[in-house]
């Protein structure tokens, strides 16, 4: 069975940071894509970063470019989001996936697998 286990959400003050984290369990995603999208009250799951198999190419929406950084460890089945400089706008949950190409995509519908998100609130 394929999980995808997102942590490190919490409650932070503005120019806070905060580093989540993705666990994959049941398979290897080692030549997938991965992402992370968030969800706020009232709106629409938006993309927020993605980075390809390798690692070698990553790309962020406008509104967390230079605030966030995605990684992964393929070797463990991993990724993680780095925010930096969290913002209130930044409160949403969070949510971890992977899409089966070896590039970044920003399309929610690519993604194939998901987790059960992460709530992340930063207070101003």
């Known amino acids: 069975q394929v999980q995808l286990v997102e942590s490190g959400g919490g409650l932070v003050q503005a120019g806070d940071s905060l580093r989540l984290s993705c666990a994959a369990s049941?398979?290897?995603?080692?030549?997938?894509?991965m992402g992370w999208f968030r969800q706020a009250p009232g709106k629409e799951r938006e993309f927020v970063a993605g980075?390809?198999?390798?690692?070698?190419?990553?790309y962020y929406a406008d509104s967390v470019k230079g605030r966030f950084t995605i990684s992964r460890d393929n070797a463990k089945n991993t990724n993680s989001l780095q925010m930096n400089s969290l913002k209130p706008e930044d409160t949403a949950v969070y949510y971890c996936?992977?899409?089966?190409?070896?590039?970044?995509?920003?399309?929610?519908?690519?993604?194939?697998?998901w987790g059960q998100g992460t709530q992340v609130t930063v207070s101003s």
């Open positions: 049941g398979r290897t995603f080692n030549s997938y894509a």
């Open positions: 980075i390809s198999w390798s690692g070698s190419s990553t």
């Open positions: 996936a992977t899409a089966p190409t070896a590039y970044v995509t920003t399309r929610l519908s690519s993604y194939t697998y």
